[in-house]
């Protein structure tokens, strides 16, 4: 069961994505939740504050799955790190509205507290994957020093031009088939190619 706030966010999230925060009304969002124009207001206050705990949501919910991550006992760095670009990729495919609007907002965001969380989330996953390479490096796991900031940039930016080109992919392949078995696969290659490249990266060796 969700909550009255989690069905109202969920409702002005897929309408935040299709017509962005300017052309979606708190009529719209109401409508599409079901509920009241006044509950709105009564649970978040304004359109502006729903949209910002609709951030802020989603936004802890990625911080929970690293921190779970980050305190595993019986995986080593690096399945820490194969765990977390599952988890990333996993939320990405299914999350699309949410990650539609931070595509939008990286960069036209003018509201202080999106660019706070934005920028907090940023910098969790840059001082998650500093704790797991340093780690491993004392271990011997990781034989590679990169630097972390591109390491972040690295997956991120790979996850987010695949996220916004699978439709001309599908289209290049010339896939004609259903969208979720071309789901299944596309995310499904798209984890192991990141994979494979922080290996490399970080020198990992699978049989060492």
Not at 22 to 34: L, Q
Not at 105 to 113: A, M
Not at 114 to 138: C, H, N, R, T, W
Request: aromatic fraction near 14%; charged fraction near 30%.
């Amino acid at each position: 069961m969700i909550s009255k706030e989690e069905n109202i966010i969920f409702a002005a999230e897929k309408l935040f994505a299709e017509k962005g925060f300017e052309g979606t009304s708190t009529r719209e969002i109401a409508k599409a939740a079901n509920v009241n124009i006044s509950m709105i207001s009564y649970y978040f206050g304004s359109k502006e504050k729903l949209y910002e705990g609709l951030v802020e949501y989603r936004m802890k919910e990625g911080q929970f799955f690293s921190k779970d991550i980050l305190e595993r006992t019986d995986i080593n760095e690096w399945e820490k790190v194969e765990k977390i670009v599952e988890q990333f990729t996993g939320r990405i495919r299914n999350h699309k509205c949410f990650y539609r609007i931070m595509q939008r907002e990286q960069l036209y965001t003018e509201n202080p507290q999106i660019v706070e969380f934005l920028k907090q989330a940023k910098m969790g996953f840059i001082s998650m994957y500093s704790q797991i390479l340093e780690s491993g490096l004392k271990k011997g796991i990781f034989t590679k020093n990169p630097p972390i900031y591109l390491l972040h940039a690295t997956v991120s930016g790979t996850l987010f031009y695949a996220f916004n080109a699978k439709g001309m992919y599908k289209e290049f392949l010339n896939d004609t088939g259903e969208e979720e078995v071309f789901d299944e696969k596309y995310y499904t290659e798209l984890k192991n190619h990141i994979k494979h490249i922080l290996k490399d990266l970080l020198g990992y060796e699978e049989n060492k």
